[in-house]
């Protein structure tokens, strides 16, 4: 993936090296991001809980662009990714992204490596350990590419664009509708495959809104969509309880993700990402 000429400004915040204390407390999303640590690692729910259920300072950690080569990718993908969607949605405010280590305190509670890559609507910030991706690559099977790395924080930046449209608080009251936890999850399933679609969009707009110089190339789409497989619910239930349980899935089967993927590169249109009608 070609990336090192893109603009850089990504509302980076850097809180790597500060430690990540924690307090006691509680915050609201504390059960969507311990599915997020069932989800990607085989984490019991009530375990991550445990570790969410614990509330930090927001530590204030260095703005701006980092100087090591990973720090420097997140923050110039961030930027790209508020370019492409700026465009796009009407009075689009960029999210805080912050990269940290082990863990740190969030508007959603303390939130911990263990869980992966999350947003928290409650202060419109992405988290991301970057370890995370080392963790997918060599324990889920993911593709060690950039573009795969890309599209887990486009992936993230979706559910930031869903805050902004309503669809976010539409399935939220969907989910207080439902007549039982598998109807629940397929309303979250729609929302992650919308945001897998969101990160085709993306994608494919990539270069046009830096000029080229933030760019898939050859072979990067097969990579991402190796990844989309790789974390699928299906995939991650058989690798952590070594069987399949359609009706706990929360993010959408492998293929279902792989899909969704394509779908939104090859349309290049959010318009054509209505998951909640095409489920």
Request: aromatic share 8%; charged share 20%; glycine share 14%.
């Amino acid at each position: 993936m070609q990336w090192e000429g893109g603009r850089r400004g990504g509302g980076l915040e850097d809180r790597r090296g500060l430690g990540g204390a924690k307090i006691a407390g509680g915050g609201i999303g504390t059960l969507a991001i311990a599915l997020i640590g069932y989800f990607l690692f085989g984490i019991p729910p009530e375990v991550t809980t445990q570790m969410v259920n614990q509330t930090a300072p927001q530590e204030q950690g260095r703005p701006g662009t980092p100087q090591d080569r990973e720090g420097q990718f997140v923050d110039v993908i961030s930027a790209n990714v508020n370019d492409v969607w700026s465009a796009r949605v009407d009075g689009y405010k960029a999210p805080r992204v912050v990269v940290y280590e082990q863990g740190t305190g969030t508007g959603c509670g303390y939130g911990q490596a263990a869980m992966g890559p999350f947003y928290c609507p409650a202060d419109a910030t992405i988290y991301l350990d970057l370890g995370f991706w080392r963790e997918m690559e060599t324990r889920l099977g993911a593709s060690g590419s950039e573009f795969a790395r890309a599209y887990v924080i486009a992936h993230e930046f979706g559910h930031h664009v869903q805050r902004l449209t309503g669809a976010t608080q539409k399935v939220e009251a969907a989910q207080r509708r439902a007549g039982g936890q598998a109807e629940a999850n397929q309303a979250s399933i729609a929302l992650e495959l919308q945001a897998d679609c969101y990160a085709g969009v993306w994608a494919a707009n990539a270069s046009a809104a830096s000029n080229g110089q933030v760019a898939l190339e050859p072979g990067d789409l097969e990579e991402g969509l190796k990844t989309a497989r790789a974390i699928g619910d299906d995939a991650l239930q058989r690798r952590s309880q070594g069987h399949v349980v359609p009706e706990n899935f929360t993010h959408g089967s492998s293929e279902q993700r792989m899909r969704w993927l394509r779908r939104g590169f090859e349309t290049r249109d959010p318009a054509q990402c209505d998951t909640f009608a095409r489920l």
